[in-house]
């Protein structure tokens, strides 16, 4: 069974630093690229980073690029975001995706990010 869980969301201040994590089973972890989404309230799902499946080849929204840090540890099948210097903007539902010949297969429930004061 093919799964994908979030974990590290939360209520943050502007400013500050979260890490979120994706964990991954069921499927060859490793022959997937991986992306990172996010949904704020009332708005569409947008890309915010993603890791080709070897060699760490990153890319990112101009909106994160400097902030935001995509990883993958393929011998653990995670894939991880280091988000720093959040900003009210960054208000959404984070989503974990995997990637296959440009195809979003699959896709975890997603994690509440919150940044307020």
């Known amino acids: 069974q093919v799964q994908l869980v979030e974990s590290g969301g939360g209520l943050v201040q502007p400013g500050g630093s979260l890490t979120l994590s994706c964990a991954a089973s069921?499927?060859?972890?490793?022959?997937?690229?991986m992306s990172w989404y996010r949904q704020a309230p009332g708005k569409e799902r947008e890309l915010v980073a993603a890791?080709?499946?070897?060699?760490?080849?990153?890319n990112y929204a101009d909106s994160v690029k400097g902030r935001f840090t995509i990883s993958r540890d393929n011998a653990k099948t995670t894939v991880t975001l280091q988000m720093n210097s959040l900003k009210p903007e960054d208000t959404a539902v984070y989503y974990c995706s995997a990637v296959r010949r440009g195809v979003n297969v699959y896709w975890g429930q997603g994690t509440q990010v919150t940044v307020s004061s």
């Open positions: 069921g499927f060859t972890f490793s022959s997937f690229a």
């Open positions: 890791i080709a499946r070897i060699g760490g080849s990153t």
